[in-house]
């Protein structure tokens, strides 16, 4: 170890030079100038304390010396990165280590920055500002017999989201999992005119035990596996099954089986505002069975479910039922397909951000369970690796009794879909979407609407 001497070591050894010299000098003239022996002995006494000085400084500056090598050594001197612009050294973001609680338990997080511009043209009328249709595609929101047509451009960045997860596997090899994920796709608190703020909302929100699992997630009666890359958040709108919800889940091998939160949405007689009941009493009943291969996976999952509706009179009930088949399979290194066909009475909630009601209630307060076929086909091609497009069409065509419905519900859906990505860096998606909808009514009324969505994501 180095150890540079301080500023009063350098002066005491000056001091000391000075002395030897003086002393060197002092002898030989006193000699010359006096001959007695008084005056010699004078001199004798007068180097004998100059020498006795000099012993004391010698053993200051050992003193010292010991000292400095037993102290600890000085902090290091902080680097230019460690500054910042004020020149003031950073201060840590926190002092310890987060540590999970549990033995063998792991943190993670990720999401996705997430900016879209969505150019609409809708011939007849223009789409309700600020509702849901101005920055997904929901088919519900193209108008009909508007007058005029409606040309909107709209960009948002509020789809884009953020999860965390912590997993544990205990001392007793028990597996378990809490996860909770959040974006801002509400307009609640929302505007374009000055902050474009918008608040959090909970996507997912679960904990797992093994092959248990309690919390919001997708509905098991949901294969979210199938679905293409698109622009929108949701592309084959009207073919997909598509609910996150409250649900207790069991998982054995390839068969799933969950309850699910149970909400009956109806129309009146011959039309109307839509009706959330929330009146039922059982929950939604649900199982899938997936087959997985080298190439893809098929599944099929089945739901049964109460509708309920209740009023001072008295509550009427119906049931509701579903199948649904799903897959996806790879056609080489660069190409797959993948699809969804759903049927079903009384699902109407499920599909299509509930493109139609579950049911409607007919001239003596009964509930009528409405039919549904639904589904969407897609086809991926990758040009490179850094260069891909999707190419999909989805429908829905509903089986109504117009004598209780009335003319003006949905009868049908349909869109069509394709789009080019390319993801210049990884992680970084850049991408557009041209997409035509089109929506019928019982009447035969119906409207179309042709749009350019394009977002640029990075993923975390």
């Known amino acids: 170890m180095n150890i540079k001497p301080v500023r009063t070591q350098g002066l005491r050894r000056q001091r000391l030079a000075l002395a030897v010299l003086s002393s060197l000098a002092v002898a030989p003239m006193a000699h010359a100038q006096s001959n007695t022996e008084a005056e010699l002995r004078a001199r004798m006494s007068q180097m004998e304390t100059m020498m006795q000085e000099m012993k004391t400084e010698l053993d200051a500056l050992k003193a010292e010396k010991a000292a400095a090598v037993a102290a600890p050594a000085p902090a290091p001197t902080a680097t230019a990165a460690q500054l910042d612009g004020m020149g003031k050294s950073k201060s840590s973001i926190q002092s310890t280590t987060i540590v999970p609680k549990g033995d ?54 509020q789809h884009s989201r953020f999860w965390f997860t912590l997993d544990n596997t205990t001392a007793n090899g028990d597996k378990v999992k809490g996860h909770i994920e959040m974006d801002f796709g509400t307009d609640l608190n929302g505007n374009q005119s000055s902050t474009n703020s918008y608040t959090p909302r909970l996507r997912h929100a679960y904990v797992s035990w093994n092959n248990w699992l309690a919390g919001q997630t997708w509905s098991n009666f949901q294969d979210p596996s199938v679905l293409p890359e698109a622009g929108p ?24 089986f969950s309850i699910e939160n149970p909400e009956t949405i109806l129309g009146p007689y011959q039309g109307g505002s839509r009706i959330s009941s929330d009146d039922n009493n059982i929950p939604d009943v649900t199982a899938r069975y997936t087959a997985k291969g080298s190439d893809g996976q098929f599944s099929v999952a089945g739901i049964v479910r109460q509708l309920r509706y209740q009023t001072l009179a008295g509550s009427t009930n119906a049931t509701g039922y579903g199948v649904s088949a799903s897959g996806k399979m790879a056609l080489g290194k660069r190409d797959a397909i993948m699809g969804m066909l759903t049927a079903g009475k009384g699902i109407g909630r499920y599909l299509g951000y509930s ?37 999909y069409y989805s429908m829905a065509s509903y089986d ?25 860096v990884s992680n970084v998606d850049i991408g557009s979407e041209l997409i035509w909808g089109r929506r019928e009514i019982e009447s035969g009324d119906s409207g179309e609407l042709y749009r350019i969505h394009s977002f640029v994501k990075y993923s975390f």
């Open 104 to 157: 063998g338990a792991t943190f993670s997080y990720g999401g996705f920055v997430r900016a879209e511009a969505i150019y609409t043209k809708t011939p007849d009328g223009e789409i309700a500002e600020n509702s849901l249709g101005r920055r997904q595609y929901a088919p519900s929101s193209i108008p009909i017999g508007g007058d005029g047509e409606g040309i909107d451009l709209n960009t948002t960045a």
């Open 233 to 256: 958040i949701l592309g084959p709108t009207e073919g997909t099954v598509f609910v996150r919800q409250v649900q207790l889940r069991y998982t054995r091998g390839p068969w799933v």
């Open 355 to 391: 493109l139609n009601p579950d049911g409607t209630l007919d001239a003596s307060g009964d509930i009528d369970a409405q039919g549904v076929v639904a589904g969407f086909v897609g086809w991926r091609h990758g040009f490179s690796p850094k260069l891909r497009s999707n190419v």
């Open 400 to 424: 109504n009794d117009v004598d209780i419905t009335g003319l003006a519900i949905n009868k049908s859906s349909r869109s069509a879909h394709a789009n080019l990505i390319y993801s210049p």
